[in-house]
């Protein structure tokens, strides 16, 4: 069964719980990662969540999200869920939020609560998404999203909201963000990216 990284609020590892049981009424902090994938043309490749999903169900939300393994670098969990989820092969990962964090409640009272840096990803395969896990994906222009998001146009999963706001305060550019160093990781983080 896959396991999830348990952490405090400052960042430090506590422990680990099998992923199937950490989300519900009171979803304990674990760390994730989120992953915002642009290919070599500047889009912006957005996904829509399968109906399966047990949190946030056909939502729009950035390329990918997931939970490092107990032993995994945070790099080496970006590309293999990038690879399981949407058959990418990619070009460069780059961190440039290393301490966001969110928690968001759905209507059923099941909690997202993650420690979730955010990476920039270059890809120029076309998705191939697991159906289980991606329902549909689209390339965009990344002005458009923004605009769109801000604007309130397009409903997207809470924490993609979140770190548009947050990517936004960067550069308007995501070519110009800034790349973060692995040493700005939450303490559980550096220890997988040692």
């Not at 169900?57 to 390329?63: G, I, K, L, M």
């Not at 936004?168 to 040692?194: C, F, H, I, N, Y």
Request: glycine fraction near 4%; proline fraction near 9%.
């Amino acid at each position: 069964m896959e396991k999830v990284v348990l952490v405090d609020d400052d960042g430090n590892r506590i422990g680990t719980a099998d992923k199937a049981t950490v989300h519900h009424s009171d979803t304990p902090l674990h760390l994730a990662f989120s992953a915002y994938v642009f290919n070599s043309r500047g889009e912006f490749l957005l996904t829509r969540r399968a109906a399966s999903k047990k949190t946030w169900p056909n939502a729009w939300t950035n390329s990918c999200c997931g939970h490092p393994l107990p032993d995994e670098e945070l790099p080496q969990a970006v590309a293999r869920r990038l690879r399981d989820e949407l058959g990418l092969s990619v070009t460069a990962i780059d961190l440039v939020l290393p301490t966001f964090r969110y928690r968001a409640e759905m209507p059923n009272g099941i909690f997202e609560h993650e420690m979730c840096p955010v990476y920039r990803v270059l890809a120029d395969d076309s998705p191939e998404p697991e159906p289980s896990e991606v329902a549909e994906t689209t390339w965009v222009p990344w002005d458009d999203f923004v605009t769109a998001v801000l604007n309130g146009e397009l409903a997207i999963s809470p924490w993609c909201h979140e770190q548009i706001v947050a990517l936004s305060g960067l550069a308007t550019s995501p070519p110009d963000w800034r790349v973060a160093s692995g040493d700005e990781l939450p303490p559980a983080a550096r220890l997988l990216a040692a």
